[in-house]
């Protein structure tokens, strides 16, 4: 097995985003001096792609549209913002004692997800390097996400694939890490994840959390699937937003929550860094984000929770429509604080 190694955040790689955006023809504001409301009428209106747009100041809903889509109350498939509520599952089942420490490891937390073949190694990897997408098994994403979904047992195809990195290395996003920690986390607590999504989220907040995709073990996908109502999402953004707690009760530790939003790692893709399991933006946001354009967000200097849900089916890379989100996010929905 590689050494482990302490995670260095590399000179160059924080400069990526803001290149990106920069290099962006300004599709949303060109010519129109666009601000607040008024500046995301105009947006949605460009943006084809977006199906609602939901924005809370503080208490109060300052903007809602679904100008597309199956509107706010009707859930949602949030793709890969799914990776981001395991790591608040994460959280609570580490308050909850059923996990020792986020340093525990697979070997110590669920040594009966592990196969018999498992890469040299596996048993060592840390749920931390899972939530931080840093496992350092090769991904079960991008190119090797049909394969990967299409084999016979999911998570044995991903803990035998081979070490291309030292675990708590670099971030390699991969659907495979988050299914591992989701089936950990199953073994762990004897509960499903759909469960624990229920009890330790959707029953506090009153949010419906329907059933999602099985793999052939029977565990839930991790990763991926997931679905909300675009209300529903607004609220988790807004417990994010409040320090874990929503209505005046505390959902998620306040010390898990002040812990993922600490940058453990930078994604090579979009140059956004990377807590437990949520990004972080040079603005000051906090979001998952999923395929197609997908968010959940919030901003907590600026007292802002932000949900946006988008045509599941098109890609939103960071050059491109997910460039716009974020131009979005920090130019006329900042204009609403």
Known sequence: ???????????????????????????????????????????????????????????????????????LDRPANIKSCSKSIVALLLGAAID??????????????????????????????????????????????????GAWVNSRDWLSDALTRPMVADPGGQMLYSTGSTHILGAALAEATGQSLLAQARARIGDPMGIEIPAWTRDSQGYYLGGNEMALSPTAMLDVATMLRDGGQFKGRQVVPQSWIDASVQPRARSPWSGLSYGYGWFLSPSGYVLARGYGGQIIAAHRGRNLAVAITSDPTQPARSEGYFGDLMQLLDGPVLDLA
């Open 96 to 145: 909850s004692g059923d996990v020792p420490s986020v340093t525990a490891t697979l070997g110590e937390v669920a040594p009966g997800i592990l196969p018999t073949d498992a890469t040299p190694g596996a048993a060592d990897i840390t749920l931390e390097d899972l939530v931080t997408l840093r496992a350092g098994l090769e991904r079960t994403s991008g190119a090797n996400y």
């Open 1 to 71: 097995m590689m050494k482990r190694r302490a995670f260095l955040i590399t000179a160059a790689a924080p400069l990526a985003l803001p290149h990106i955006l920069r290099a962006q023809t300004d599709r949303l504001n060109e010519g129109t001096g666009l601000n607040g409301e008024t500046g995301l009428n105009e947006a949605i209106g460009r943006l084809s792609q977006l199906h609602s747009l939901l924005v809370r100041r503080g208490d109060e809903v300052v903007f809602a549209a679904a100008p597309r889509g199956r509107g």
